[in-house]
């Protein structure tokens, strides 16, 4: 590649730090000019968006996340206040919280926090936790982020040596979350069953006059923090839900916050070479030719990025994964993601991605620092983060040669700045791209399907265990299932995990497992 031309493909905000190269992604000057429409139209949607348009028409909301960072971008003054007026709230609580104002239950400084919240209420708080956290930190984060309950009793025997000094945030925008609902109630037995009152050492972030909200009031939490309707879960980790907690930890939140609100600038730029974000959406949309069916594999080099994958799969899946778009049409929309970290991959799935199918794109995240104090020599003269960025532009060759599409995104480090615009970077690119393909990226509704469902099998689960204890009788599945006339995998797979944790109901197993049958133990 000639120097000019990569020199019109890396770029350089000097005011934030950030670099990205573009040159595998062959954006040619005549693919731009054949877009121009389309972007200009995403870029002026955009621009609607922050200034208050109803960018989500299905629940006829306000899209807010950015004014999180900037709230002088916010449309109204009251919207700037109630920001302003949250962050000045976080701040107290967490200044009081660490100077031992807010006492233990005993009269004791809390040091640990168990983070209570599912999906957009965990994905973002304990992937910024996990990249930023530091032996000297203020307070140690557990996260609870299912109904899980092993996963429940873990964090349980971690916090018990410490359990007074260990506040409780329970996280549900909506307070009638399910999985969130039961980290709490097994939180609050947690604590009864050893001699403490749950309110005394719990908070909750949660929309104003929701269950949750009424239930806080109620029993006399600590304290509540709100949480707004035009904030999406996916894109709330700069809302209470993430500040509050890391702020909690000991990160600086000022600073997280400054990196996503210099990142956001970069992104208003109508120069779309100038624009990282519209740069990087526009990628997506040359890899996937505006239509579902690719998968974005994103590989950062450095060990405290291990997560990012995972948070982006949420922020970039549930929101451009739609099955019509804004006019109504069926497109089946999507763009999945996938990865690690490098170069844990080299010995994994980069040999599919060299070698298999063509409906993959790799994003490299590279960090320039490689660790606080010096590195020693290990090999060829080199250090161990030497070999790190050795093996990542090995990666990007084997696959370029392959001819598999790649672009580099840069950091200058890990810290609160640079953790917070990555996070602004995918939350803006994802809603450029959004409107390129002319789609919702702001509800979820297929979320719901799957939860309603479980709502019916939980039903059909105490019917079923009714009629064994009401019928004395032992059963087959299917003998159940046509009392009750419902699906017999449905009950038999009910059934099965009932005899397995419930003392009152037994199962006698046949040599043929469907054959068997279940009865009151």
Request: with cysteine.
């Amino acid at each position: 590649m000639d120097q000019e031309r990569f020199k019109n493909e890396v770029y350089y905000a000097p005011s934030t730090g950030l670099m990205a190269d573009w040159s595998g992604m062959d954006i040619s000057d005549e693919f731009l000019a054949s877009k121009a429409d389309m972007i200009s139209s995403a870029l002026k949607a955009m621009d609607e968006l922050e200034a208050g348009a109803i960018a989500n028409p299905d629940e006829n909301r306000m899209v807010g996340h950015y004014w999180l960072r900037d709230p002088e971008t916010a449309p109204t003054q009251e919207l700037r206040d109630e920001i302003t007026g949250c962050l000045a709230k976080v701040k107290n609580f967490v200044a009081h919280v660490h100077s031992g104002e807010v006492k233990t239950e005993r009269g004791g400084t809390f040091k640990n926090a168990i983070v209570a919240g599912i999906g957009g209420s965990s994905l973002g708080p304990v992937f910024v936790s996990k990249a930023l956290e530091m032996p000297d930190d203020k307070m140690k984060l557990y996260f609870m982020d299912n109904t899980d309950p092993d996963g429940m009793d873990k964090v349980f025997r971690e916090v018990l040596p410490e359990l007074d000094e260990t506040l409780v945030i329970v996280i549900s925008k909506s307070g009638g979350t399910i999985e969130t609902r039961n980290c709490m109630e097994e939180a609050r037995s947690f604590y009864e069953r050893n001699g403490l009152s749950f309110p005394k050492h719990a908070v909750c972030v949660t929309g104003e006059d929701s269950k949750l909200d009424n239930i806080a009031r109620s029993e006399g939490w600590i304290d509540r923090f709100p949480m707004w309707d035009w904030v999406g879960g996916r894109t709330s980790v700069m809302s209470a839900v993430g500040l509050l907690p890391l702020a909690l930890q000991g990160i600086d939140i000022d600073s997280f916050l400054a990196g996503a609100a210099g990142c956001d600038k970069l992104g208003r730029v109508k120069d779309v070479r100038g624009n990282p974000a519209a740069m990087m959406s526009l990628c997506w949309y040359k890899c996937s030719g505006g239509v579902g069916g690719t998968t974005n594999v994103v590989l950062p080099y450095k060990d405290s990025l291990d997560l990012l994958a995972k948070y982006l799969q949420q922020l970039t899946m549930e929101s451009l994964g739609k099955e019509l778009d804004l006019d109504g049409r069926t497109v089946n929309q999507g763009l999945a993601v996938m990865g690690n970290k490098g170069t844990s991959d080299q010995h994994s799935y980069v040999q599919q991605l060299v070698a298999g199918p063509s409906n993959i794109f790799v994003t490299f995240v590279q960090v320039l620092h490689d660790r606080n104090g010096e590195s020693i020599e290990v090999g060829e003269g080199s250090t161990s983060g030497d070999y790190l960025n050795a093996f990542m532009l090995g990666t990007k060759k084997a696959l370029e040669a392959h001819g598999k599409r790649t672009m580099i995104l840069t950091v200058p480090c890990v810290d609160a700045y640079n953790v917070g615009q990555l996070i602004a970077l995918f939350e803006r690119s994802v809603g450029i791209y959004a409107q390129f393909i002319h789609i919702n990226a702001y509800h979820q509704p297929a979320v719901e399907f799957g939860k309603k469902a479980a709502g019916g099998l939980i039903d059909l689960k105490n019917r079923a265990r009714e009629l064994l204890a009401s019928s004395g009788r032992a059963m087959t599945a299917q003998d159940i299932a046509g009392e009750l006339g419902a699906d017999v995998d449905d009950i038999f797979r009910l059934m099965l995990h009932l005899a397995a944790n419930d003392k009152a109901i037994a199962m006698e197993k046949s040599e043929s497992v469907l054959d068997s049958v279940f009865k009151k133990a």
